[in-house]
C-alpha cells in the first residue's frame, strides 16, 4: 500500500506558476501510475494529468495541455505537477492519485489518493 503527501499550492496571479508535489511511502513506487486530479465546488472531479510507471508516458486534459508538466522522480518517490500560465479557471483542490493500474479520466478510480491542496488563482 502505498501513502501519498501533497505539498505546494497557494495563491498565485494569473498567468504565473506553481508546482504541487506528491510525495510517496510504501514499497514499489516505480511501479505505480500516477495522476493529479481537481475539484471545485459545485463540479465533478476532474482529470489532469497523468503518468505511466512503465514508460514515463505522460496524458494530459485538454484544458491544461501545453501549459501544465507531470514528472516523476523515481529517486525521491515523488511526482511533481508544474502548471504554468495558471487561469482562474484553474483555481481547485488538487488531488494527487495513484494505482498500480492506469490512472485514466474515467473510471475506475484511482485506489491511492492524497489528501489535497488548493490552487487559488486570482485574476
Known sequence: ???????????????????????????????????????????????????????????YADPVKGRFTLSRDNGRNTVYLLMNSLKPEDMAVYYCAADFAEVVAGPPEPAYWGQGTQVTVSS
Open 1 to 59: 500500500q502505498v501513502q501519498l503527501k501533497q505539498s505546494g499550492g497557494g495563491l498565485v496571479q494569473a498567468g504565473g506558476s506553481l508546482t504541487l508535489s506528491c510525495a510517496a511511502s510504501g514499497p514499489m513506487f516505480s511501479r505505480y501510475n500516477f495522476g493529479w486530479f481537481r475539484h471545485t465546488a459545485g463540479k465533478e472531479r476532474e482529470f489532469v494529468a497523468a503518468i505511466k510507471w512503465r514508460d514515463g508516458v505522460t496524458t
